[in-house]
């Protein structure tokens, strides 16, 4: 059997493998939403497919018409051999304990590419459709960025301000401004963006990035002021924030192995560079989806499906009790350790007594004291359920290198958030234990070289290059000047949120990075020594 239309239309080989499947007509799904667009996503990757998709899929089988049009912007192979090999549909599997609950998802109903021929004017068309009123993202941080690391315009950018607004731009934050540019002139229909992406105030970034864009052209007379005017008005143009939380790790061979086994013959995993592809996405039960009540358009009724939606007090509270503390932050830190000491996944990390405890002297005594409850879930719980079943969920197939790419991005949310609010209630900063140690095991992780002292590859980071120039000549086992080595990375206020140089914390990893350089097994020696 192979996923797709034609396999769906023989619904009762999905039911004897106990999969469950769309409850509503796929096909005629797909060819209404052509011309009938309502809701685009960009970035149609993993948590979209199991997460948004599912939610869309479920209001179709209520019959609540919010299909959606996935837009790959990068590389169009994706949408080619992840999507539409597939007939646009997923499999889901939901993993915990012995238990995999599988069904197909359709929610997806149109794939476009836009740097394919032909797909960026069809998307032109759906912007300028006041039928379409939200968009939603899931491109990971990277994608939102249009400074280089100076915090400067980056030359990308400057070309694309440079260049015609109605054009097709290969930028992201460019291409949203251009179709917004596009929106505006067929009429200016109100329209919602939802960032769906792991960081601090998501769709401010989000609406600071379109924004500066547009400003650009504006100035340099591309685009009227009035133009301008509209996309500010956030009554015309909304950019809610949210908060999305379900791990969803790249596809495992044992789940694909287990989808052969019930019959299927195309739930191989391929490789898109070094990135994993497959028709499937395994992910596990837990999920929340937050999102600020402030919206433009008319919008997927997404309260009845599980999604709070809420005052930005309460977005911003579960945020930083997700993303700045509780959850991310403990990820990171077993992200680089786990990579530089080899272990295959999250929850075997999590039965490492230190690696656990490290974890949770992390989010009890230096996190959680900066947490405020969000009404929503008790941190406490929040936490608990955390370090207690989701991260140690065997089922759970989850690799530290997933974690650890763009760890430079993730570092001012994840711990520069915590660490400026140590600052601005005055907290003792020099009681900070593990923090300091987990960004001495990342400049470490940086070197390329794992606790056993063979080499392993750095999972991929926009700065990787830069950073690695500054610990170039650094050997394990031999003789460091950790300051100077580490000066232009701790100095830098753009990585960790503040200059670690004005706090206690950048003299405590200069020491701690050269104990961790004192030759193979000294990452494990020094972690268990930090934490007893
Ligand atoms: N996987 C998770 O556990 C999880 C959970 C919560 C939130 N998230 C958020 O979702 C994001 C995506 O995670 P995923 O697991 O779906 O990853 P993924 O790699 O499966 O999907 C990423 C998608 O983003 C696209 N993309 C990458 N860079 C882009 C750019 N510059 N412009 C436009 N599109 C770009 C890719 O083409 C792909 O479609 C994460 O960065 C994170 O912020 C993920
Ligand atoms: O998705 P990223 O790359 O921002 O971060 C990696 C993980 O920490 C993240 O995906 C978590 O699994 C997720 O935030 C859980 O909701």
């Keep these: 059997m192979k996923l797709n239309l034609s396999s769906l239309s023989q619904a009762s080989d999905y039911e004897a493998a106990g999969i469950q499947v769309p409850a509503f007509d796929v096909a005629a799904t797909q060819e209404r939403v052509r011309t009938n667009p309502r809701w685009v996503h960009i970035g149609p990757g993993n948590i979209f497919r199991i997460f948004l998709a599912r939610i869309a899929d479920d209001m179709l089988a209520d019959g609540k018409y919010w299909p959606i049009t996935g837009v790959v912007p990068m590389n169009p192979a994706e949408m080619e051999k992840q999507l539409e090999a597939f007939d646009l549909l997923t499999l889901g599997v939901i993993l915990s304990g012995d238990k995999r609950d599988t069904r197909v998802i359709a929610g997806l109903a149109d794939g476009l590419a836009t740097r394919r021929e032909g797909d960026f004017d069809r998307l032109v068309s759906i912007f300028t459709n006041p039928e379409m009123t939200t968009v939603t993202l899931t491109i990971t941080e990277k994608g939102y960025v249009i400074q280089d690391s100076q915090g400067e315009l980056s030359e990308a950018t400057r ?5 015609d607004p109605f054009a097709n731009h290969e930028n992201t934050m460019a291409l949203l401004a ?17 960032s769906a992406d792991n960081f601090s105030h998501n769709g401010d970034k989000l609406r600071d990035s379109v924004l500066q864009i547009a400003r650009g052209w504006v100035e340099r007379g591309a685009l009227s002021q009035e133009f301008l005017d509209w996309a500010s008005d956030d009554t015309k143009v909304a950019f809610p924030i949210s908060v999305i939380d379900k791990i969803t790790p790249r596809p495992s061979e044992e789940v694909s192995e287990y989808l052969t086994g019930l019959g299927f013959t195309d739930m191989g995993i391929d490789h898109l560079g070094r990135t994993p592809i497959a028709g499937f996405v395994n992910a596990e039960p837990t999920e929340y989806l937050i999102i600020e009540d402030k919206f433009a358009a008319e919008r997927p009724p997404f309260e009845d499906y599980g999604v709070y939606i809420t005052d930005r007090e309460t977005c911003d509270k579960f945020e930083r009790m997700k993303v700045t503390t509780c959850l991310n932050p403990l990820h990171t830190a077993l992200a680089v350790s786990g990579t530089v000491m080899r272990f295959p996944t999250i929850d075997s990390e999590m039965r490492d007594p230190d690696l656990a405890k490290m974890v949770n002297i992390l989010a ?72 300091p140690l987990v960004f001495a095991v990342w400049a470490r992780y940086l070197l390329g070289i794992a606790d056993d002292g063979e080499e392993f590859t750095p999972s991929s980071d926009p700065l990787l290059e830069e950073l690695q120039g500054h610990l170039k000549g650094i050997k394990l086992g031999e003789s460091v000047d950790a300051h100077a080595a580490l000066k232009p990375i701790l100095s830098n206020a753009n990585i960790f949120g503040l200059d670690l140089y004005t706090t206690p914390l950048a ?11 004192a030759g193979p097994g000294a990452v494990r020696a020094t972690i268990h020594e930090e934490i007893n």
């Design 178 to 194: 251009g179709l917004l540019a596009h929106r505006y002139q067929a009429g200016g229909a109100p329209i919602n963006f939802i």
């Design 159 to 163: 070309a694309d301000i440079a260049s």
């Design 364 to 435: 009890y005594d230096e996190a959680m004291p900066v947490v405020t409850d969000p009404g929503i879930i008790d941190p406490k719980d929040f936490v608990r359920e955390v370090l207690e079943e989701r991260f140690p969920n065997s089922a759970l197939p989850d690799n530290p290198a997933r974690i650890a790419m763009d760890t430079s991005q993730k570092i001012p949310i994840r711990f520069g958030v915590t660490l400026q609010e140590y600052q601005r209630r005055g907290l003792d900063m020099d009681k900070l234990r593990v923090i």
């Design 507 to 517: 003299e405590k990893v200069e020491a701690l990075f050269t104990k961790l350089i």
